[in-house]
């Protein structure tokens, strides 16, 4: 299981009586975001995907959505936000369905129409995500139909300031992207620019809340029904951050190594030091957090943190995903 998820390949699939009428979801592991099929049975209905993955799984992304929607087009591709992990794979397939529409979150849009990769957070980050176009945005307030339901769009800052989610009332079915997670919820990127950012995760767990969704479909892992055990579970993660922001920031430090490491697999101790020299988000945290120490020596102490914690493995100067 754990080799087919850094693979990319679904590990395993919801009930289909936890999930709307033509919904499945395709669960991948933590460097793609789950992608989340919409089909209908009415021949006019349109085929939609919401999140496309991370970009060096886009040739699985490809032939997960290509088996899945069993010979039918796809016509509608929607992005709950532009993080590299949720639309790295919109590219291949914008090139792969021509005929298909694009949507993202209006909060973005202007950066994407003229590819600001600085702004996107891309470089920040240091990760990847191949430019793509979009047709149309995702209002929050507005209702859009995919396959035979009608979703709402609502507004969801707090990981990131311009994230939408997506709700079907008549199923219940909620696809909250990082936004709330079984087990807690998304890094708060506006925290990381010196913006309020944690107030925005309480205000958008509490419409979560005033949804009452019957089951959530998460960006990462498995779709749940104890969504009161998990809101709950969110809510005392961030009162933990609230009332330490370092604890924040050590662990978005290391949930952006992590994610490079998942990418790479193994990585030499020069290459992994000329990457975080050369990434604002991680050089910067790292300085914060091991003050009086340089770059080298604050990134080695958080290498050990991760190998402490099991998620890495280092021998000599290779380190390895875990």
Same mark, same amino acid.
């Given at each position: ?221 498995? @779709?749940?029904? %104890? &969504? *009161?055990? $998990? /809101?709950?579970?969110?809510? +005392?993660? #961030? ?51 091991? @003050?009086?120490? %340089? &770059? *080298?020596? $604050? /990134?080695?102490?958080?290498? +050990?943190? #991760? ?16």
């Amino acid at each position: 299981m754990e080799n087919a998820q850094r693979m990319g390949i679904p590990t395993s699939q919801a009930q289909p009586l936890l999930l709307a009428p033509g919904v499945s979801v395709l669960e991948r592991g933590w460097l793609s975001s789950n992608n989340i099929l919409i089909t209908g049975s009415a021949g006019n209905s349109r085929t939609a995907l919401i999140d496309s993955g991370y970009c060096t799984h886009s040739a699985q992304t490809l032939l997960l959505v290509q088996a899945a929607l069993q010979g039918r087009p796809l016509d509608l591709l929607l992005n709950t936000h532009l993080h590299s992990d949720h639309c790295g794979g919109n590219a291949a397939l914008q090139a792969r369905y021509p005929g298909m529409q694009t949507l993202i979150p209006p909060g973005d849009a202007a950066q994407v129409a003229v590819w600001n990769g600085a702004a996107l957070t891309y470089a920040a980050t240091g990760q990847t995500c191949p430019r793509f176009g979009f047709d149309a945005t995702l209002q929050p307030g507005s209702a859009l139909q995919l396959g035979d339901l009608l979703w709402q769009v609502h507004a969801a800052p707090g990981h990131d300031s311009h994230s939408v989610i997506l709700f079907e009332p008549i199923s219940r079915v909620l696809v909250s992207a990082d936004a709330l997670w079984q087990r807690g919820f998304g890094v708060v990127f506006p925290e990381l620019d010196g913006e309020e950012g944690f107030d925005a995760v309480g205000q958008t767990l509490d419409l979560i809340e005033s949804l009452q969704p019957r089951v959530v479909i998460p960006g990462h892992g498995a @779709p749940f029904t %104890d &969504v *009161a055990e $998990a /809101l709950a579970r969110a809510r +005392q993660r #961030l009162q933990g951050f609230i009332g330490d922001p370092q604890r924040h920031a050590q662990h978005a430090a290391k949930v952006l190594l992590k994610f490079k490491l998942l990418e790479w697999q193994s990585v030499g101790q020069r290459e992994l030091l000329a990457w975080a020299q050369a990434t604002p988000y991680v050089s910067s945290l790292v300085a914060g957090l091991y @003050p009086g120490m %340089d &770059v *080298a020596q $604050a /990134l080695h102490a958080l290498v +050990q943190d #991760l190998v402490r914690a099991g998620a890495a493995t280092l021998q000599g100067e290779q380190l390895h995903n875990a």
